[in-house]
């Protein structure tokens, strides 16, 4: 089936991923939505303007309030039905963050299930108030979060054979789980007031959290485009990746391992 399809190259799932972006801006200028680049894309807005030469994902976060408004209506407010926006909360997605899609295309990613492919993407996390009276939730999150990794792992793929053993065992008991609790344990950490915020869906991590400060809306060059960005990214970035500024070796670069096809 697939080898009828064209399949995509790293600069096309760019360019399609600008396409998903341009239609997030315009839909969120429209409706006074507030986005913000984030994680490795605004990285490189910031260090190479534009895409990281060795990334083939965007990012954007989103305070929850207004996370919530673009779940509830992206969908409604969208210009062209080739973008949708797929979610946990109606199960098309098995993600705990949302995701908006180019319709047209689909990507099936070497260790997750294929049955889980949607297409080429945009993901949207949501920010959330932190309070470090919720270290006992964020560890929770943690341990659904490992469960909810070999809900959705492909368990003929692995590293070595032990692996694959380890996952055929427990796949099949983890796919019984609830795959979507993950976003209730953020909105619960959400519930208090605080000057900082965490990305709990999509790292949970106590140690990386960001002054609300930081997030002053500022226009940012993204290849021939512009972004909504934080005015605090280089703070931004230095919390999530400390020197950031260095390059990493190319042993070091992280890329996806995935395959991209125009349906």
């Not at 210009?79 to 993600?95: A, C, G």
Request: hydrophobic fraction near 40%.
């Amino acid at each position: 089936m697939r080898t009828s399809m064209e399949r995509l190259s790293v600069d096309d799932m760019k360019a399609i991923e600008l396409d998903i972006m341009d239609e997030i801006d315009r839909v969120c200028a429209a409706h006074g939505v507030e986005y913000f680049l984030g994680y490795g894309t605004l990285l490189g807005a910031v260090r190479h303007g534009g895409f990281i030469p060795w990334d083939d994902d965007m990012d954007i976060v989103m305070m929850r309030d207004q996370y919530e408004l673009l779940m509830d209506h992206f969908n409604e407010w969208r210009t062209s039905e080739r973008f949708k926006l797929v979610s946990y909360r109606d199960k098309s997605s098995i993600y705990q963050f949302a995701k908006i899609v180019d319709t047209t295309t689909i990507i099936y990613e070497n260790f997750v299930g294929k049955k889980a492919a949607t297409g080429v993407w945009v993901d949207i996390f949501p920010l959330d108030n932190f309070d470090p009276a919720c270290a006992g939730l964020l560890k929770k999150h943690a341990r659904v979060g490992l469960w909810r990794s070999f809900a959705v792992a492909d368990p003929t793929v692995g590293s070595s054979a032990v692996v694959r053993l380890a996952k055929k065992i427990v796949c099949p008991f983890a796919k019984h789980s609830d795959l979507y609790k993950l976003d209730g344990i953020a909105r619960e950490v959400n519930k208090g007031a605080s000057d900082r915020v965490i990305d709990v869906v999509g790292e949970g991590n106590p140690d990386k959290t960001y002054p609300k400060s930081l997030f002053k809306p500022v226009r940012m060059k993204f290849e021939d485009r512009e972004y909504t960005a934080p005015a605090g990214a280089e703070e931004f970035l230095t919390i999530e990746y400390g020197d950031w500024r260095t390059p990493p070796a190319e042993s070091d670069r992280a890329v996806h391992v995935m395959e991209a096809y125009r349906l």
